[in-house]
């Protein structure tokens, strides 16, 4: 049998090689933002069309390329930066492997102008999927411009693989800020469809991250610096009280590199433990400065994990230096969980008189008759009398409530409500429950039923309400919406402020009456009824950071806006309530078309039947 190994062309060889390199616009992003950082540029411009599908620029002001070395560039395994197998152990710059450009140009059209400093002229080569198309000497500034065409352009699968626009601009602006963050000595601005969306001036660390998520972090951060010679700490982490719901902004950078370490992000997690709520994580800037022969940065191809020679003492010495911060700026003991872990807005009464609840007490009342019309007694002798037997079990009228409101099941809570609401409708359920509701340790609604009590959990029924009301504004674009006095501006991150623009119709139709405003920037002129305006920034910075939490959830868009709304504004346990809003609480929930499960599916309601206390007796 004749011999059937043969070497793959390059190109084949740099598509497959791309596949690890280029995954997505975002890694065409990183790989030339780094490119342009190595080639000490203080000046990069990054400009996309389309989420990068159509357009990738990075404009550097950097060393420039030779035209050898330019041609060079795009072979494979072709780098300036190691020259043997030791210099992987002094790695100080981004690249190294000498991947990313031939990668890029196995799958994209890409056209190359650059210039070294001091040349006359300059070079300009265009390749289209590894092929040379053009090479020849142009006029260009000094510096590099690489255009990155139509990616994935002769792999249609990948390029039907990509996701939404939305999606693509999210990652790009994940990878843009870490390299952005930690090079605050560098000038970078970013261009996404023409709008400038970042635009970063020389500066501090501090002014860096202030920078890119705008003006109100400054007093959100917090230094931390430790010395020692296995690490050397320094960068900032955010006030316990400014803990976020997502991973988003945990950002650690070894020897000025970005990467992932759930290791270290332990370490940290850690020693904010007492300090921020369960599920809530830290925000972290840090900047951990290692010998580069202590870590090998080889062993991920996207190069996001590193390892550590010593790893144990790196995290022992980054808790205890996150502690110190922690306590040096005297940031814990500000900390009220409660008033933390609740974001306690107003509920629409909450500026309501607070009436002590009167309590009723029918001296008639006997739990064992249904018909309260009767009034004879059970005797005492008869208590004891045929307990456990059918007979007396059968004496009390249960008018078959109990099964309607049996929620042991939960899964089945959706299909029941129905039937449950036309029922208890048609059994007058107003007439059925008697004057006496009391509010228990501030957290319940007691109630007595027809057969037995049922207890309201005050805080999964308002959120039942609320959802419920904002679904409709949603569903009919009529959230009512209180003008505010004094017009506030708002600026977000970029990534969160793209979000929000996605969503300004449904919040429009929720009652916030809010527009772009500039860069980065919202006016907010009014918002939902019940609202107050200064809480609305807050409102609206944790409906994001909720709809970020959720991304993969599978709901839609109106049900977690809806979701999240209700949670943040639903009334709390804690908050004691008049009988006057007891009274509405209760008719509005069961004004709801599915008043017995909260939004995210728990009971609001449990029922004691006499049953059940009888039985309880019975032990
Ligand atoms: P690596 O960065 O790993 O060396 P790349 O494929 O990204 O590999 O780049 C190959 C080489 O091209 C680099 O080593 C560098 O010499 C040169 N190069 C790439 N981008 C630039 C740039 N913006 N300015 C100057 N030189 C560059
Ligand atoms: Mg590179």
Not at 86 to 108: C, M, N, T, W
Not at 356 to 367: A, L, T, Y
Request: hydrophobic share 35%.
């Amino acid at each position: 049998m004749s011999d059937i190994i043969q070497l793959l062309p390059d190109s084949v060889a740099n598509q497959i090689a791309a596949g690890e390199v280029v995954q997505r616009p975002a890694s065409v992003v990183k790989e030339l933002m780094e490119n342009a950082v190595d080639a000490g540029a203080d000046s990069i411009k990054l400009i996309i069309k389309d989420a990068g599908k159509t357009l990738i620029q990075i404009i550097d002001n950097g060393s420039g390329m030779s035209e050898t070395d330019a041609r060079m560039s795009f072979e494979r395994h072709a780098t300036s930066k190691i020259r043997k197998a030791e210099d992987l152990f002094s790695i100080l710059s981004f690249g190294f492997r000498g991947e990313a450009l031939a990668s890029i140009a196995a799958v994209a059209q890409v056209e190359l102008k650059t210039k070294k400093r001091g040349d006359e002229l300059g070079t300009l080569i265009h390749i289209d999927g590894s092929q040379i198309k053009q090479q020849e000497s142009i006029q260009c500034t000094e510096g590099t411009s690489i255009s990155v065409k139509n990616l994935f352009f002769n792999i249609p699968a990948r390029r039907n693989f990509l996701k939404s626009d939305q999606v693509e601009l999210r990652h790009i602006i994940d990878e843009f800020q870490r390299v952005a963050m930690v090079h605050p000595e560098i000038a970078f601005s970013f261009f996404n469809n023409e709008n400038e969306i970042f635009h970063l001036t020389k500066g501090s660390f501090r002014q860096r991250i202030v920078g890119i998520f705008g003006d109100n972090y400054n007093q959100r951060l917090v230094p931390v610096e430790e010395n020692t010679n296995i690490v050397t700490i320094s960068g900032f982490i955010g006030k316990p009280e400014f803990a976020k719901k997502t991973r988003g902004e945990q950002f650690f950078f070894v020897n000025n590199r970005f990467i992932k370490s759930p290791y270290l992000n332990n370490a940290i997690q850690a020693a904010f433990e007492e300090f921020i709520p369960e599920s809530s994580f830290p925000s972290y800037f840090l900047k951990l400065n290692v010998p580069p022969s202590t870590i090998d940065i080889n062993i991920h191809p996207t190069k996001t994990e590193i390892k550590f020679e010593d790893e144990k003492s790196i995290y022992a010495i980054l808790r205890s230096s996150i502690r110190q911060s922690i306590g040096k700026f005297h940031i814990a003991p500000t900390l009220d969980f409660d008033q933390e872990v609740v974001f306690n807005l107003p509920y629409s009464y909450r500026n309501e008189e607070v009436k002590i609840p009167e309590i009723k007490v029918n001296s008639d009342f006997n739990p064992f008759h249904s018909d309260n019309n009767k009034k004879e007694p059970i005797k005492n002798n008869n208590y004891n009398q045929g307990y456990g037997s059918k007979s007396a079990l059968n004496k009390i009228n249960l008018s078959n409530w109990e099964n309607l409101y049996d929620n042991k099941n939960e899964g089945d809570f959706n299909h029941q409500t129905e039937s449950t609401q036309q029922r208890i409708e048609s059994e007058g359920f107003e007439q059925s429950v008697s004057k006496l509701k009391y509010q228990l340790h501030q957290a319940y609604i007691l109630t007595n039923v027809k057969s037995g009590l049922m207890l309201v959990d005050q805080n999964r029924a308002h959120e039942r309400i609320l959802y419920e009301r904002f679904l409709n504004c949603l569903a009919d674009h009529k959230g009512s919406s209180q003008q505010s006095l004094f017009p506030q501006t708002l600026s977000f991150p970029a990534a969160d402020f793209e979000l929000i623009k996605e969503l300004l119709p449904e919040l429009h139709a929720l009652g916030f009456d809010i527009n772009e405003f500039g860069k980065n920037t919202f006016v907010i002129n009014g918002s939902p009824v019940g609202v107050q305006e200064s809480e609305a920034n807050e409102l609206l910075e944790s409906i994001i950071e909720d709809y970020k939490n959720h991304h993969e959830i599978k709901l839609d868009k109106n049900e977690k806006l809806a979701r999240s709304m209700a949670r943040k504004l639903a009334i709390k346990q804690g908050k004691t309530l008049s009988e006057k809003e007891i009274e509405n609480l209760i008719d509005e929930l069961f004004a709801c078309e599915t008043p017995f499960v909260s939004p995210s599916g728990k009971p609001t309601v449990i029922t004691l039947t006499l049953n059940d206390l009888e039985q309880k007796f019975l032990k």
